[in-house]
Nanobody
Framework: QVQLQESGPGLVKPSQTLSLTCTVS??????????WSWFRQPQGKLLEWVGA???????FFSPSLNSRTSISRDTSKNQFTLHLSSVTPEDTAMYYC??????WGQGTQVTVSS
């Protein structure tokens, strides 16, 4: 059974870069045809797709966040990491890592504040 666990800072200052890591167990992030995504949900708002990395390392990003977003991976640790630059308070949200649409991490709250 695949399990995903997000980790990273709970508080980030405006203009800094947010980095969140997802550690995967029970499956390999290089397994054929799987895509590994990041979603976020600000309190009281809809869930938003942030971006994804494929099993071969190709990356895809939300057009609204594309210029500020990157995703990297460490296959030796079975982890993938979201990097979101130049954060503002509007980036405050619960962030989730996901395999496909069916396996979700528990989420991690990120607050952007000085």
């Amino acid at each position: 059974q695949v399990q995903l666990q997000e980790s990273g800072p709970g508080l980030v200052k405006p203009s800094q870069t947010l980095s969140l890591t997802c550690t995967v167990s029970g499956a390999s992030i290089t397994t054929n045809f799987h895509y590994w995504s990041w979603f976020r949900q600000p309190q009281g708002k809809l869930l938003e797709w942030v971006g994804a990395i494929s099993y071969i390392g190709s990356t895809f990003f939300s057009p609204s966040l594309n210029s500020r977003t990157s995703i990297s991976r460490d296959t030796s640790k079975n982890q993938f990491t979201l990097h979101l630059s130049s954060v503002t308070p509007e980036d405050t949200a619960m962030y989730y890592c996901v395999r496909g649409y069916s396996a979700w991490g528990q989420g991690t709250q990120v607050t952007v504040s000085s």
